[in-house]
C-alpha cells in the first residue's frame, strides 16, 4: 500500500521541532517526543531508517542539518516514504535556490507550509514535480547569498494539461533548430567463476538512457530484440518472426513516460520522452549471456618465501571490437615483498595497499589473448601464519559497441503532427560489474 503518513516532522540536530504537519488523527501530537528521547537521545540513529516505537513507525532521513521524520500508524511502503522525502527535498532545494538546511527551513515557513498540502492529501504522496508546482504555487522562497542563480524556467504553454498529469514531464512550445534522440544502452557484467572454469554465478543489468532535443510534443517508439516483443509483433502482422537472437528481460523498470497499456497489450515501448537526458528503463538479464572476457589463473605456493603467478586473460567479442581501460587485480598475501613482472601488453606492478598484483592494459582488441607471468617474494618470519585464504581475481573493463545479454536495437520511431526529420544515435557500452574469478 502506498505511505499513509500520519504526519511529518522537520527537526534540527538539537532535536527541536522546527515545522509539522499532521494528516491523520490516528497519532497524538507528541510522538515525535518518543523520537526524540529513544533515538536522538540515545544516539542510536544507526544505519537503519525505520524504527518502531509504541505501535508507531518512524521513517527518518538526515539532509544537512535536518532530520525528516514521517510517523506512520500501519503498514506503510517504507521505500515510497523514504521516496517521498527525496523528492520533497529536491522540490525544496527549487525553491530555495538549491539550499536545504536549517537556516532556508526558518526563512521559509510559510512557504513549506504550502507546499506540505499539496505534495501530500491524507498521508498520500501526490504530484511532487517542481515544474508543475510552480505553475500554481508561485511564491518565491527566501534564498540563501551562497546559493547558486537558479534557472529560467519557462512556464508550460498548456498548465491544465500537465496539472491533470497527462504530460507532467515535459512542457510544451519547444523548439530545435536540430532535431537529435540520442540512445546509449548501458550494461554491467557481473560474474562468479570457479578456478576450472565453471559458472557460479552470471547476470548482466543494464539501463537504456536516452537524451533527446526534439520539438514539440513527439511520440517515441522503441524496438528492442525481447522475445515477447518480436512473439507479439509477429502475431499483429500474422508473419513469423526473423531469424537472430532474442533475449528475455527480466525485472523491467520504466521511467514514468512509457504508456504502459500500450506496453502491456503490444508489448512495444511507447512514450513522450521528457527534454533532454533521462533514464528510459533499467532490465536485468540471467541467461544467454556472452562473457566478454576469459581469465585462466595458475597459483603456486613455492615453499614459504616464493609463488609463482600465471594468468591469461583472452577476449571473447569480435575481432573488429576493443576493451578500453582494462584492469586485473591478482591477490597476493599480506606479507609479499616484491614481484617481478613479465608480460606480453601493458603494464603490471605490485600494490601494496590492496595486496594485488595489478594488470592494466590501455586497449584489448578482440579474439586476443594476453598473458602475464609474475614471480612474487614473500617475507620469511619465524611466527607460524595462517592459511592464505586466495581471494577472487578482480576484472575492470569497458567495451564498447557490444552487448554480454545481445540486446539490440531494432528500431526508433518518432513521430511528431508537424512531420519534421530526425536523426537518431545509437550506442552501446558493456562494463564490468563484480567480475570475478576464483584462484
Given at each position: 500500500m502506498p505511505v499513509a503518513a500520519s504526519a511529518i516532522y522537520f527537526l534540527n540536530l538539537r532535536g527541536d521541532v522546527m515545522i509539522n504537519r499532521r494528516y491523520r488523527d490516528d497519532v497524538g501530537g507528541n510522538m515525535v517526543d518518543a523520537f526524540r528521547m529513544h533515538i536522538m537521545q540515545t544516539k542510536d540513529l544507526g544505519t537503519c531508517p525505520v524504527r518502531q516505537i509504541g505501535g508507531c513507525s518512524f521513517l527518518y532521513m538526515r539532509i544537512s542539518n535536518v532530520y525528516i521524520v514521517?510517523?506512520?500508524?500501519?503498514?506503510?511502503?517504507?521505500?515510497?516514504?523514504?521516496?517521498?522525502?527525496?523528492?520533497?527535498?529536491?522540490?525544496?532545494?527549487?525553491?530555495?535556490?538549491?539550499?536545504?538546511?536549517?537556516?532556508?527551513?526558518?526563512?521559509?515557513?510559510?512557504?513549506?507550509?504550502?507546499?506540505?498540502?499539496?505534495?501530500?492529501?491524507?498521508?498520500?504522496?501526490?504530484?511532487?514535480?517542481?515544474?508543475?508546482?510552480?505553475?500554481?504555487?508561485?511564491?518565491?522562497?527566501?534564498?540563501?547569498?551562497?546559493?547558486?542563480?537558479?534557472?529560467?524556467?519557462?512556464?508550460?504553454?498548456?498548465?491544465?494539461?500537465?496539472?491533470?498529469?497527462?504530460?507532467?514531464?515535459?512542457?510544451?512550445?519547444?523548439?530545435?533548430?536540430?532535431?537529435?534522440v540520442f540512445l546509449d544502452i548501458v550494461e554491467s557484467v557481473n560474474l562468479l567463476m570457479s578456478s576450472n572454469g565453471t559458472v557460479l554465478r552470471c547476470d548482466v543489468t543494464g539501463k537504456v538512457l536516452m537524451k533527446c532535443f526534439l520539438s514539440g510534443m513527439p511520440d517515441l517508439k522503441l524496438g528492442l530484440n525481447d522475445k515477447i516483443g518480436l512473439e507479439k509483433e509477429s502475431q499483429i502482422k500474422a508473419r513469423p518472426t526473423r531469424s537472430g537472437k532474442t533475449i528475455e528481460l527480466d525485472d523491467v523498470t520504466f521511467h514514468q513516460c512509457v504508456n504502459l497499456t500500450r506496453f502491456n497489450s503490444?508489448?512495444?515501448?511507447?512514450?513522450?520522452?521528457?527534454?533532454?537526458?533521462?533514464?528510459?528503463?533499467?532490465?536485468?538479464?540471467?541467461?544467454?549471456?556472452?562473457?566478454?572476457?576469459?581469465?585462466?589463473?595458475?597459483?603456486?605456493?613455492?615453499?614459504?618465501?616464493?609463488?609463482?603467478?600465471?594468468?591469461?586473460?583472452?577476449?571473447?567479442?569480435?575481432?573488429?571490437?576493443?576493451?578500453?581501460?582494462?584492469?586485473?587485480?591478482?591477490?597476493?598475501?599480506?606479507?609479499?615483498?616484491?614481484?617481478?613482472?613479465?608480460?606480453?601488453?601493458?603494464?603490471?606492478?605490485?600494490?601494496?595497499?590492496?595486496?594485488?598484483?595489478?594488470?592494466?592494459?590501455?586497449?584489448?582488441?578482440?579474439?586476443?589473448?594476453?598473458?602475464?607471468?609474475?614471480?612474487?617474494?614473500?617475507?620469511?618470519?619465524?611466527?607460524?601464519?595462517?592459511?592464505?585464504?586466495?581471494?577472487?581475481?578482480?576484472?575492470?573493463?569497458?567495451?564498447?559497441m557490444f552487448t554480454a545479454s545481445g540486446l539490440r536495437v531494432r528500431f526508433l520511431k518518432v513521430w511528431e503532427k508537424s512531420g519534421y526529420s530526425t536523426v537518431e544515435w545509437v550506442r552501446y557500452i558493456t562494463r564490468a560489474g563484480s567480475y570475478e574469478i576464483r584462484c
Open positions: 514521517i510517523v506512520v500508524n500501519s503498514n506503510a511502503n517504507a521505500a515510497c516514504a523514504l521516496k517521498f522525502v527525496v523528492e520533497a527535498v529536491a522540490l525544496f532545494r527549487s525553491y530555495f535556490g538549491g539550499a536545504f538546511d536549517e537556516d532556508a527551513i526558518r526563512n521559509n515557513f510559510v512557504l513549506i507550509y504550502e507546499l506540505l498540502d499539496e505534495i501530500m492529501d491524507f498521508g498520500y504522496p501526490q504530484n511532487l514535480s517542481p515544474e508543475i508546482l510552480k505553475l500554481y504555487i508561485t511564491q518565491e522562497g527566501v534564498r540563501s547569498p551562497f546559493s547558486s542563480k537558479p534557472q529560467d524556467m519557462r512556464p508550460p504553454a498548456n498548465a491544465t494539461l500537465q496539472v491533470t498529469g497527462a504530460v507532467g514531464w515535459r512542457r510544451e512550445g519547444l523548439v530545435y533548430k536540430k532535431n537529435e503490444e508489448k512495444t515501448v511507447s512514450f513522450v520522452p521528457p527534454d533532454g537526458e533521462f533514464e528510459l528503463m533499467k532490465y536485468r538479464i540471467t541467461e544467454g549471456i556472452s562473457l566478454p572476457f576469459r581469465v585462466f589463473p595458475s597459483i603456486k605456493e613455492l615453499g614459504r618465501t616464493r609463488m609463482e603467478v600465471n594468468v591469461k586473460v583472452k577476449s571473447v567479442f569480435g575481432a573488429k571490437m576493443f576493451a578500453l581501460g582494462v584492469v586485473v587485480k591478482v591477490p597476493v598475501p599480506k606479507h609479499t615483498a616484491k614481484a617481478s613482472f613479465q608480460v606480453t601488453s601493458g603494464k603490471a606492478k605490485y600494490s601494496a595497499g590492496i595486496d594485488c598484483l595489478v594488470w592494466k592494459i590501455r586497449k584489448f582488441p578482440g579474439q586476443m589473448e594476453s598473458t602475464m607471468s609474475a614471480e612474487v617474494e614473500l617475507i620469511s618470519t619465524m611466527v607460524e601464519k595462517k592459511s592464505w585464504t586466495r581471494p577472487p581475481i578482480q576484472m575492470e573493463f569497458q567495451v564498447p
